[in-house]
């Protein structure tokens, strides 16, 4: 007989999931709904992930120093204008705390944690950096973040233009009509996202090993690969389609076959 026994710290996830799910199905229109069911899909996804590849308490201070990070970089930003430049969040993205939607701090999680595997693999072709050292985890935050920002090249544009999330008060035109200062603010946030979780967590490769540690090393990349597609079939401007098929598509591909090479080295791996 199997025996399903779910951990009390994913009950209780489960729960304020659910119950944000709620709030938003009762105050918001269907998209902020999807909206906020996608951000929970991601980060759920990359919980997991993390959970079984780097362990439990790696995994929960990933997503915590994310959690807490973003949401107050973006509380800045949206009420100082720091960082990103001068805007405001709409209803679009549902429930907020502050000025900040709770999807936001969510989905800073995901794509730090995105960021983060897929640098150690193009880098050294495996999930974590191979050693301690300041100098192996500063790069690994520095190609994190590039590869963060480089999802945001489209992203904005199409959450301010399509979907309308956010207002931007302050433009320079620089980027398709938008401010540039916001890819500053990427940078920052996310590298020091990935620096700070490193310094605390220290993760190290070998929690898992076989097909569990290669599922789990996978899935962040098809969800990179699937944000790619997205925004090469619907993000605007036209023009963005093919900066996001070359800017987020080379570190997937060489992620992919790094993983590829990594995850034959495994026991149980193919030869």
Not at 13 to 26: D, G, I, M, Q, S
Not at 73 to 78: F, I, K, P
């Amino acid at each position: 007989m199997v025996s399903w026994r779910i951990k009390p710290d994913i009950v209780v996830l489960l729960a304020l999931a659910l119950a944000l799910v709620l709030w938003t199905a009762r105050a918001y229109p269907l998209l902020s709904v999807a909206l906020v069911l996608a951000s929970l899909a991601l980060s759920g996804a990359c919980l997991w992930s993390s959970r079984t590849l780097l362990g439990t308490r790696a995994a929960w201070i990933f997503l915590a120093t994310a959690v807490v990070l973003g949401w107050l970089a973006e509380q800045c930003g949206a009420t100082l204008g720091w960082f990103f430049g001068s805007y405001h969040y709409t209803e679009v993205l549902g429930p907020r705390l502050g000025a900040v939607p709770l999807a936001i701090p969510l989905m800073w999680f995901g794509l730090c944690y995105v960021g983060f595997l897929m640098a150690c693999l193009v880098l050294w072709r495996q999930p974590v950096p191979p050693a301690s050292g300041w100098k192996a985890g500063a790069l690994a935050a520095l190609l994190a973040a590039m590869i963060v920002t480089a999802f945001d090249l489209g992203a904005d544009p199409y959450f301010v233009y399509v979907l309308k999330a956010w207002i931007m008060t302050e433009k320079d035109g620089g980027w398709f009509g938008e401010t540039v200062k916001g890819f500053e603010g990427w940078m920052i946030v996310s590298f020091t996202i990935v620096v700070l979780f490193q310094a605390i967590a220290r993760p190290q490769a070998g929690v898992v090993a076989g097909a569990q540690a290669r599922r789990a090393a996978i899935v962040p990349i098809l969800v990179y690969a699937g944000l790619l597609v997205f925004q090469v079939a619907l993000t605007q401007p036209v023009a963005l389609r093919i900066i996001a098929f070359y800017a987020m598509g080379i570190p997937c591909v060489i992620a992919l076959m790094a993983w590829s090479q990594w995850a034959r080295q495994l026991p149980g791996g193919s030869a």
